[in-house]
């Protein structure tokens, strides 16, 4: 059974780091793509950022680009995200999702509430003005 368990999550100021951590099981996760997707509140998921199996290959939405970092060590079967130069807009919960393939599918045809990627429950984060 596949299982997904995001940590890492907590308050922090604007400006801040946080990294996030994504523990997995049930499946070879050295097989496949992996994503961070973000909901706050009254909003919809959106994704964040992708990563392909190999982890040499990613993929940012605008807003995080050049503050965010995904990255993944397949000896441990463990995705991260990396979270600096945090913004108030950044407050979320968090969740690391398995894709059904190994590569980065071209994101225009996919949603975060697609049934074909398997999501963890999330790990909150919350960033102070």
């Known amino acids: 059974e596949v299982s997904l368990v995001e940590s890492g999550g907590g308050l922090e100021e604007s400006g801040g780091s946080l990294r996030l951590s994504c523990a997995t099981s049930?499946?070879?996760?050295?097989?496949?793509?992996m994503a961070w997707a973000r909901q706050a509140p009254g909003k919809e998921l959106e994704w964040v950022a992708v990563?392909?199996?190999?982890?040499?290959?990613?993929i940012y939405i605008e807003s995080v680009k050049g503050r965010f970092t995904i990255s993944r060590d397949n000896t441990k079967n463990t995705l991260m995200l990396q979270l600096n130069n945090l913004k108030t807009e950044d407050t979320a919960m968090y969740h690391c999702?398995?894709?059904?393939?190994?590569?980065?599918?071209?994101?225009?045809?996919?949603?975060?509430?697609?049934?074909?990627?398997?999501w963890g429950p999330g790990t909150q984060v919350n960033v102070s003005s």
């Open positions: 999702g398995k894709f059904p393939m190994r590569n980065i599918p071209d994101m225009s045809d996919w949603t975060p509430r697609t049934k074909f990627v398997y």
């Open positions: 990563i392909n199996n190999g982890g040499d290959s990613t």
């Open positions: 049930g499946f070879i996760f050295s097989q496949y793509a």
